[in-house]
């Protein structure tokens, strides 16, 4: 069970941070990479065909601007895809969201809200959960404390 954490640049690194952190919290190995779909195509490529072979299960990618990280990820391989729309500065986001979650009928990315790393993350624990009762139970563990939080939450 292992999940890889691709960014287009290292400028995501603060946005996709939540994505390991909450893996971290669930106990799943991750993977953390910078390639960029235009600027290292072909690095790219080798790593997201080899990704089923070395034990990966879901990738989740998050890129800005014209955001077509996710999608090439996507052509490459049949493993799920969680995109990322990462805030960028001229569009605030628009770009990198609509750039993902319009992706062509046949290749399909799961896409998150811009900035969405955190649940990019809990998506990919609800997936490794299906047949998995110990994961089911954090989850479920997970969302009890979430809950209780805002009941005690006082204003
Ligand atoms: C995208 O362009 C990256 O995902 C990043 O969000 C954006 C800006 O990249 P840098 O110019 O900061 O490397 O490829």
Redesign the pocket.
Known sequence: MKVAII??????KDVMAPAWETLEEFGIPFEKKVL???RNPGPLADYVRAARDNGFDIIIA????A?H?PGVIAAYTTLPVIGVP?K?KALNGLD?LLSIVQMPSGIPVATMAIDGAKNAALMAVTILALGNPTLTERIEEFRRKQSEKILNTTI
Request: glycine share 22%.
């Open positions: 960014m287009g640049s290292a400028s995501d960029s779909a235009h998050g890129a800005g601007g955001a990280l990462v960028s990198s």
